[in-house]
């Protein structure tokens, strides 16, 4: 399986404080129809860390059921619990996922050796594509590239990683230490072009929830060496990246999908909406765009 080109980390709509499943397969739909790559149920960006066990393992197969086939589906399925891990990534395989997005453990702070013991000990249970997620400024660890080779080796399921260090001399390191059959995906928006443009194979985006056009076709142009297009993309949406993160993802994604009328704003606590000022740029930003 490879994982390529610009696949969204859906946001995940709520109304009431419930799941909402037709905005969420509307948004699907909307997505494959823009020409998205690939989609990732059950991220960050899908509010994940709030969503009952329950909750996840229903939009992971909302989101499967929707696609049906059409571009790659890759779940999140990680936890700083490796049982949990476990449960989560046997579950993602049980819907039929094409890959299991998987998360260094947080709040724990394992060492590299205890890294590499989480993902053998998923890898022993469970037999599906793995695609590991570096992020440090959410998890208080960097997985290093030393350790990510050690991965790649002992460990069948470990196809790629989610880079989301922002730091394109780590991406270096992890393509000349795995080689270039390793997928590197961009973990950050900003990054996905210089990613690409020394090896890696595409960006699991935030952006891409309100630009799929945009970022595909970024990817595309980057991917077959037109340069020249994918930075103007890139230039273009550079403002875009800037206010996704405003404030923390997803809630400016979610209120661009609202201003667009794709569906009414909603959060789970400890999520709340953005202030009224970043609002206001955040409106500023997709007015210029062209997207309201």
């Known amino acids: ?3 390529r ?7 995940t709509p709520f109304r009431n404080g419930e799941v909402d499943e037709e905005a969420y397969r509307a ?3 909307w997505q494959i129809e823009q020409g998205i790559h690939g989609l990732v149920p059950c991220g960050t960006t899908g509010e994940s860390a709030t969503l009952s066990h329950d909750e996840h393992k229903r939009v992971i197969r909302i989101c499967v ?4 086939g059409r571009v790659p589906v890759l779940a999140g399925a990680g936890s700083n619990n490796t049982r949990e891990a476990i449960d989560l990534t046997q579950d993602a395989k049980d819907a039929k996922a094409d890959g299991a997005l998987l998360i260094t453990p947080y709040y724990n702070k394992p060492t590299q050796a205890g890294l590499v013991a989480h993902f053998k000990a998923i890898g022993e249970r469970v037999d599906m594509p793995f695609i590991v997620y570096n992020v440090p400024s959410r998890t208080a660890v960097n997985l290093l590239p030393e350790t990510l080779a050690i991965l790649k080796k002992e460990i069948p399921q470990v196809i790629g990683v989610k880079e989301a260090t922002g730091d394109l001399n780590q991406v270096s390191r992890v393509l000349e230490f795995c080689g270039e059959d390793f997928q590197v995906l961009s ?7 210089p990613t690409i443009t020394i090896g890696g194979r595409g960006v699991i985006s935030v952006v891409s929830n309100f630009v799929p056009d945009k970022m595909s076709a970024m990817c595309e142009a980057a991917l077959a060496g ?7 993309l890139h ?3 550079s403002p875009l990246y800037r206010a996704a993160f405003l404030e923390t993802n997803p809630a400016p994604a979610k209120e661009a999908l609202a201003m667009m009328g794709r569906f009414p704003f909603e959060v789970r606590l400890p999520m709340v909406p953005l202030s009224p000022a970043n609002r206001e740029k955040l409106k500023a930003a997709l007015t210029e765009a062209g997207l309201l």
């Open 235 to 237: 230039y273009f949406m």
């Open 27 to 29: 948004l699907i739909e």
């Open 5 to 11: 080109g610009a696949i969204t980390a859906l946001v």
């Open 226 to 232: 037109d340069l020249a297009k994918a930075k103007a």
């Open 65 to 68: 059921d929707q696609v049906k």
């Open 1 to 3: 399986m490879e994982f």
């Open 187 to 193: 973990g950050d928006d900003f990054t996905a072009l």
